[in-house]
């Protein structure tokens, strides 16, 4: 379960190898999850990135706060949301939920523009912005 802010989520199921010699979801694997939700979000946006030779995005900066252990075949609920445009980079929220509705983390990235042609930074380009700031509104 999760809260109103959270408009966006996918539900993965626990793979074999997403699970330590403990038995539970190893901590790197979270972070293959957020990024498997970013690319079922920006899907949903129209933005599928399909060729990396132009303006792209990078990740700059995660946290992840992890809360309960998640089990093989467990289905796994993470929830994400853009909370904050900024010139070239933005910000997104995640919420991973285990099969229980329990709350097994909390996480954060940042997310940088970036040309891979002239590998620098470039500000958001207006077509993301307005999607992304359409849809977290609840307009898209």
């Given at each position: 379960?999760?809260?109103?802010?959270?408009?966006?989520s996918?539900?993965?199921?626990?793979?074999?190898?997403?699970?330590?010699?403990?038995?539970?979801?190893?901590n790197?694997?979270?972070?293959?999850?957020?990024?498997q939700?970013?690319?079922?979000?920006?899907?949903?946006?129209?933005?599928?990135?399909?060729?990396?030779?132009?303006?792209?995005?990078?990740?700059?900066?995660?946290t992840?706060?992890?809360?309960?252990?998640l089990?093989?075949?467990?289905?796994?609920?993470?929830?994400?949301?853009?909370s904050?445009?900024?010139?070239s980079?933005?910000?997104v929220d995640?919420?991973?939920?285990g099969?229980?509705?329990?709350?097994?983390?909390?996480?954060?990235?940042?997310?940088?523009?970036?040309?891979?042609?002239?590998?620098?930074?470039?500000?958001?380009?207006?077509r993301?912005?307005?999607?992304?700031?359409?849809?977290e509104?609840?307009?898209?």
């Amino acid at each position: 379960m999760t809260d109103d802010l959270f408009r966006f989520s996918t539900t993965l199921e626990v793979r074999w190898r997403d699970v330590d010699a403990l038995g539970h979801v190893n901590n790197a694997v979270y972070l293959s999850y957020l990024e498997q939700v970013r690319i079922h979000y920006f899907r949903r946006l129209g933005l599928g990135f399909e060729s990396w030779d132009d303006a792209g995005m990078i990740l700059a900066e995660v946290t992840c706060t992890y809360r309960a252990p998640l089990a093989l075949g467990e289905q796994v609920t993470i929830w994400m949301r853009v909370s904050e445009l900024r010139n070239s980079s933005f910000v997104v929220d995640y919420r991973i939920d285990g099969q229980d509705g329990r709350l097994a983390a909390t996480a954060r990235t940042i997310q940088v523009c970036y040309d891979y042609r002239a590998n620098r930074t470039v500000p958001i380009p207006d077509r993301w912005r307005a999607l992304m700031t359409a849809f977290e509104s609840g307009l898209g």
